[in-house]
C-alpha cells in the first residue's frame, strides 16, 4: 500500500465515519434521555434514502402508510393510557400531537410530491416524513415499558428492529436504491481526489455536533434535556416531564437518522435491511465514547470508519469481522474503567 492509496482509503473511511458519527451521536442522545439503546435508528436512515429514491421516481413511497398506521396506534395507545387514569381530558391534544399532525404530514407530503421539481425540497419531503417515526414508536413501544431495565428495553429494541425490516421488505420491495449525488463539486488535496458529497457528509457531521452542542448549552429546552439525562427523578422534582423529555430526543433522533439517510444514499445502495449494518456500526462508535460522550462517539465513528476503509482494502470479505472484532477488546476496557452504579428505574 503506498501513498496514495491510503489517501484514498483515507478519505473514503472518514465520509463514512462521518456518517456513522450521526448515527451514533444520535443513538447517545436517545439513550441518555431514555436508556433505550435505539437499534432501529439505522432502520430509519435506511427508510429515508427509500422515501428520497421514491420521491425522486415520482412515486409514493410506502412510508405514507408507515407513519400513518403509526399515528392510528400511537393515538390509540395514549387514549387507552388517558382511560385508565381518568383524564379524558387531555384527549383532544394526545389527537392533535400524535393523529392529526402526522396525517397531516403524510397528507401534506402526498399532495405534494407529482409537484417536487427540485431536489432540495424532495430532500425536505422526505426528511419530513421521517420525522414522526421515531417519536411515534417510542409511544407505542418503549413508554409503556419506560420503568424496565435498560436489558428488557435493549430486547424489545431489537425486536422492533426485525419487525421494521420486515415492514421494510413489504413496503419498499426488495430492489436497492441509490439517489443522485447532492453536488457535482470536487477537489483534491495533494493529488488525492475529494467529493463534494463526501465533503458534504463531513460537514454536516461538524454541523450538527456544533448545534447539539449550542442546543444542549444554551437553550432552556435542550437543559432539561441535559437535566432529564444526568437524573430523571431529580429533574421531574424540577417540573420537567421525562416523557416530553424522551419525545423530543426521539424526534431529534429522527431528523439526525434522516439526514444521514440522505447523505449515505448518493454513495452506497441501501436496501430495506441496510440499517442495521449502519447502526451497528455506528454503535461501536457510540461504545467508544461509553454510550454518554457525544466527542467520544464521534471520534469512536470516525475510527469505525477509518478501519472499515483499511480492513476492505486488506480483505473485504473479512471487514465487518474486523469491525465488530474492535467490540471485544473497548468492552473489557470499558468494564474495568467503569465503576458499578445502581440503575435508576422510574417508580
Do not use: C
Amino acid at each position: 500500500m503506498d501513498g496514495t492509496i491510503a489517501g484514498f482509503l483515507a478519505v473514503d473511511g472518514i465520509a463514512t465515519g462521518a456518517i456513522y458519527a450521526l448515527v451514533a451521536i444520535g443513538t447517545v442522545l436517545i439513550f441518555t434521555v431514555t436508556r433505550v439503546i435505539f437499534i432501529p435508528f439505522g432502520d430509519i436512515a435506511a427508510f429515508t434514502a427509500l422515501t428520497l429514491a421514491a420521491i425522486d421516481s415520482k412515486k409514493m413511497p410506502g412510508t405514507l402508510g408507515l407513519v400513518a398506521a403509526l399515528a392510528i396506534l400511537a393515538f390509540l395507545t395514549e387514549a387507552g393510557s388517558l382511560a385508565r387514569t381518568r383524564r379524558l381530558r387531555q384527549l383532544p391534544r394526545a389527537a392533535l400531537i400524535y393523529l392529526l399532525l402526522p396525517l397531516a404530514v403524510v397528507g401534506a407530503v402526498w399532495a405534494a410530491i407529482p409537484f417536487a421539481a427540485y431536489e432540495p425540497v424532495r430532500i425536505l419531503l422526505a426528511l419530513a416524513l421521517i420525522m414522526p417515526i421515531a417519536p411515534l414508536l417510542d409511544r407505542i413501544v418503549f413508554r409503556p415499558i419506560a420503568s424496565g431495565s435498560v436489558l428488557l428495553l435493549l430486547v424489545v429494541a431489537v425486536a422492533l428492529h426485525f419487525a421494521l425490516v420486515g415492514l421494510g421488505l413489504i413496503f419498499f420491495g426488495p430492489e436497492g436504491v441509490r439517489t443522485e449525488p447532492l453536488t457535482s463539486f470536487a477537489t483534491d488535496i495533494a493529488g488525492i481526489p475529494i467529493p463534494g458529497q463526501s465533503l458534504l457528509i463531513v460537514l454536516a457531521a461538524i454541523a450538527f455536533s456544533l448545534l447539539l452542542f449550542l442546543f444542549f448549552d444554551f437553550t432552556v429546552m435542550g437543559k432539561s434535556l441535559r437535566a432529564t439525562a444526568v437524573n430523571r427523578t431529580g429533574a421531574r422534582l424540577m417540573g420537567i416531564r421525562p416523557a416530553r423529555s424522551g419525545t423530543i430526543a426521539y424526534l431529534l433522533g429522527s431528523v439526525m437518522a434522516g439526514v444521514s439517510g440522505v447523505l449515505i444514499a448518493p454513495v452506497n445502495t441501501i436496501f430495506y435491511d441496510s440499517g442495521f449494518l449502519i447502526g451497528l456500526k455506528a454503535f461501536v462508535g457510540a461504545i467508544v465514547g461509553g454510550l454518554i460522550s457525544y466527542p467520544g462517539s464521534a471520534i469512536g465513528a470516525l475510527f469505525v470508519g477509518l478501519l472499515e476503509s483499511f480492513a476492505s482494502f486488506q480483505d473485504s470479505a473479512l471487514k465487518d469481522v474486523i469491525v465488530f472484532a474492535t467490540l471485544i477488546p473497548i468492552l473489557l476496557w470499558r468494564s474495568f474503567a467503569s465503576k458499578q452504579i445502581d440503575e435508576e428505574v422510574e417508580e
